[in-house]
C-alpha cells in the first residue's frame, strides 16, 4: 500500500460546481497533513493545512478524519482559475524522538470547463 | 517577506556532465532547506535537506550531492548526469523540520 493515495483524475468539471478529492494515507501515527495546489510546470504552492476540527478557507474546505486516515478537499463554486493539480501531503509520523518527512501524493488534476 | 530564489529554471546538459544547481533563501535566518525531484508523473521525492549550514541527509542514493556554504545557500551537484536524472528540481525552505513547505519556483532539468 502506497504511503499516501489519491485519485490521479482528471476530474472535469462545469464552472460552477462542488467538487471534492480524497487523500488516503498508510501510517496512523502522522500528524500533520496539507493540501498544495501546483500548476502544470510550476511550484506547488500551500493551498491549506488540514486540522481536526475541519478547515475552512473562502470556497475551500479541508477535513481530516483519522479514524478511516484519510483528508479530503472540498471546492465550492468552481472558477476557470481552479484548475490545477492538488496534492496531498502527510508527516510520515513520529517514531522514536525523530520526526519523518513529509510524503506527496502523486495528486489528483482538476480541469474546471466554461 | 521570505523569498526563495531558484536558477537556472530550465537546463538541457548531455549525459556524463556535471551539474550544479543553486538556492539562495531571503527574509529569514537558519531555515531547514529541502532539495525535491519531480519525475514525469510521479509525487516529490526528497533528495536531501539540511537543517544548517555544512549539515546535509541524504534521502536516497543517487549520483548527486549537496553542500550548503551559507545560511541561506543550498546546492545540488552532480560530477556526472545520467539520463534518470531529468526531473524538475525544487528548492524548498520550512521553518520547523519536515513541516509546512514552501517551494522555489524550480528547475527542469532534461538530460540528454
Known amino acids: 500500500r502506497k504511503e499516501v493515495e489519491q485519485d490521479p483524475g482528471p476530474f472535469n468539471v462545469p464552472e460552477g460546481a462542488t467538487v471534492a478529492f480524497n487523500c488516503t494515507y498508510s501510517?496512523?501515527?502522522?500528524?500533520?497533513f496539507f493540501w498544495y495546489r501546483q500548476d502544470c510546470r510550476k511550484e506547488p504552492k500551500l493551498l491549506m493545512s488540514?486540522?481536526?476540527s475541519g478547515n475552512e478557507d473562502g470556497r475551500f474546505t479541508a477535513q481530516l478524519n483519522r479514524a478511516s486516515q484519510y483528508i479530503s478537499l472540498l471546492i465550492r463554486d468552481s472558477k476557470l482559475s481552479d484548475s490545477a493539480t492538488y496534492l496531498c501531503?502527510?508527516?510520515?509520523?513520529?517514531?522514536?524522538?525523530?520526526?519523518?518527512?513529509?510524503?506527496f501524493g502523486t495528486g489528483t488534476l482538476l480541469a474546471v470547463q466554461p | 517577506s521570505q523569498t526563495i530564489h531558484q536558477w537556472p529554471a530550465t537546463l538541457v546538459q548531455p549525459v556524463g556532465s556535471p551539474l550544479s544547481l543553486e538556492c539562495t533563501v531571503e527574509?529569514?535566518?537558519?531555515?531547514?532547506l529541502y532539495w525535491y525531484r519531480q519525475a514525469a508523473g510521479r509525487g516529490l521525492q526528497l533528495l536531501f535537506y539540511?537543517?544548517?549550514?555544512?549539515?546535509i541527509s541524504s534521502e536516497v542514493p543517487q549520483n548527486l550531492s549537496a553542500s550548503r556554504p551559507q545560511d541561506r545557500q543550498f546546492i545540488l551537484s552532480s560530477k556526472k548526469l545520467l539520463l534518470s536524472d531529468s526531473g524538475f528540481y525544487l528548492c524548498?525552505?520550512?521553518?520547523?523540520?519536515?513541516?509546512?513547505?514552501?517551494f522555489g519556483s524550480g528547475t527542469q532539468l532534461s538530460v540528454l
Open positions: 501531503v502527510v508527516t510520515g509520523g513520529f517514531y522514536g524522538g525523530a520526526t519523518n518527512k513529509l510524503i
Open positions: 501510517n496512523s501515527a502522522s500528524q500533520s
Open positions: 488540514v486540522y481536526s
Open positions: 527574509g529569514t535566518s537558519n531555515p531547514n
Open positions: 539540511s537543517v544548517g549550514i555544512g549539515q
Open positions: 524548498a525552505r520550512s521553518d520547523r523540520l519536515h513541516e509546512k513547505l514552501f
